[in-house]
């Protein structure tokens, strides 16, 4: 069953501009977080926000997280061309199991 | 940096053929994943291991086994590909619970079954 839920499933931008993707999940976490995959490529970390945390800042991207909403999202600022890829949100429960949303595709033109 | 090898990155069998996909990763982490990606469905995990020879099912383990009989290497087995196995394959590991929280990927295995 899926968790995290990215909004939008398809986003496109220009070089520069700033990309903010959503991830919504429905049970409680222990922590939350964003994965970056290219295409046809394995899934790279980008950031983990646990669940007693609000915000985190990582280079050029933030990532917040509200857990009365069950949301979080997660901001590039200043994107470039190299950002084009797809991003997962993943929710981490006390169990062993990382549940992944099904993606957003982000489109950065230069 | 860790790595995490998948032996294969594209395949096609017949319905019907045995497949192995291998895994190696070269950190020495305890847990190790089989995942399957298909468009619009993200990530299913299919099977899961936390230790030598040991083994969990996770959310689509149906027409799949898996085997760990070293640390660093995780192989998933298709009995009797079918074409609905069509779809690419992720190997991932991570060190155990409360040691860390990052899941390192392989690349990637894309089996066409026809």
């Known amino acids: 069953s899926q968790q995290g839920e990215e909004d939008p499933q398809a986003l496109s931008i220009q070089e520069g501009e700033n990309a903010t993707m959503n991830c919504s999940y429905k049970?409680?976490?222990?922590?939350l977080q964003w994965y970056r995959q290219n295409s046809g490529r394995g899934l790279v970390h980008l950031i983990l926000?646990?669940?007693?945390?609000r915000e985190k800042h990582s280079g050029r991207l933030r990532v917040t997280l509200d857990t009365s909403k069950k949301s979080s999202s997660l901001l590039i600022t200043a994107s470039r061309a190299a950002d084009t890829a797809s991003y997962f949100c993943?929710?981490?429960?006390?169990?062993?199991?990382?549940?992944f949303g099904s993606g957003t595709r982000l489109l950065v033109r230069p | 940096d860790v790595k995490v090898t998948q032996s294969s990155r594209y395949l096609v069998k017949r319905t019907g053929e045995k497949v192995f996909l291998e895994c190696v990763q070269d950190?020495?982490?305890?847990?190790m994943f089989w995942y399957r990606q298909d468009p619009g469905l993200g990530l299913r995990l299919i099977y899961f291991?936390?230790?030598?020879?040991?083994?969990e099912k996770g959310d689509i383990p149906e027409g799949y086994s898996v085997s760990r009989e070293k640390k660093e290497r995780f192989s998933l087995i298709l009995e009797s590909a079918s074409t609905n196995q069509t779809s690419m394959y992720l190997c991932?590991?991570?060190?155990?619970?409360?040691?860390?929280?990052?899941?390192?990927f392989g690349e990637g295995s894309w089996l066409t079954v026809v």
């Open positions: 926000i646990r669940s007693n945390e």
């Open positions: 950190m020495d982490h305890e847990n």
């Open positions: 991932a590991s991570s060190l155990p619970e409360g040691a860390g929280n990052t899941i390192y």
């Open positions: 049970t409680s976490i222990n922590n």
């Open positions: 291991s936390y230790d030598v020879k040991m083994k």
């Open positions: 993943a929710t981490k429960d006390s169990s062993y199991k990382l549940i």
